[in-house]
């Protein structure tokens, strides 16, 4: 029955989640059909930085790692990000930045684009991770993983309005395919619901809220970009 109540949870989670972004104008096609090629831009470059800082997380979280189990989670999503045989995570973003003409070569060293919320977004889960103990830092990992799915899946939605093609939206299909929210994650939060349900509550809708504020902050952001007097 308590694990019935956490599938239950998660569900409704994931309504509640979806609801906030749908608020948020980023979300709405009838803002982004309407954006100039400069907000089109700026986005693809912002968007950057709310992804490509994710190894240096799970670096962080790996540290902290108490067995041999755990590492292997971790290393796993790193091999992901990596694409195995593949070409890596961020050399495809990079790929979709380029068809979009905007150059992201340097952007890892020169992080001309990483504006102050999005560095304190980072910052900030790097230090949760300082702060709580293990399964705080487990659970606030799982909800980065129950909402990849949701996200990408709206950020794909932003970019078919670009005009790209599905053959062009490889980046976005390949982490909604991906679905890391199973397994040892999986596993392991059952086994916190179980001991401590309200902890699992709490960090959710704590790391929900401050997902939705950053994509507010960065809808704020491209949306106020002025377009070119005429």
Known sequence: M???????FLNEWDKTYLNSLKNIPIFNSKTTQNWTEDQQR????LLYHVRSHFGEFLWHLGNFAPNVQMKEMILENIR???G???PSHEQIYLNLAHQMGVDLTYECVEQENYLPF??????????????????HK????????????TDYECLRDIFRNF????????????????D????????????????????????FKKVGAFQTLMWQNLSQTVCALSKPQL
């Open 163 to 178: 005009g790209l093609t599905e053959t062009q939206l490889v980046f976005f299909n390949k982490h909604i395919a991906s």
């Open 2 to 8: 308590k694990l019935e109540e956490l599938e239950n």
């Open 118 to 135: 999005l560095r304190e977004y980072n910052q900030s889960q790097i230090r949760a991770l300082i702060e709580h103990d293990w399964q």
């Open 180 to 203: 890391h929210f199973e397994g040892a994650i999986a596993m392991a939060l059952q086994e916190i619901w179980l001991s401590d349900s309200k902890l699992v509550i709490n960090v």
């Open 42 to 45: 700026l986005f693809i470059k």
């Open 84 to 86: 195995k045989d593949g």
């Open 80 to 82: 992901d990000e990596w």
């Open 138 to 149: 487990l659970v606030g990992f799982a909800v980065g993983e129950r909402l990849d799915k």
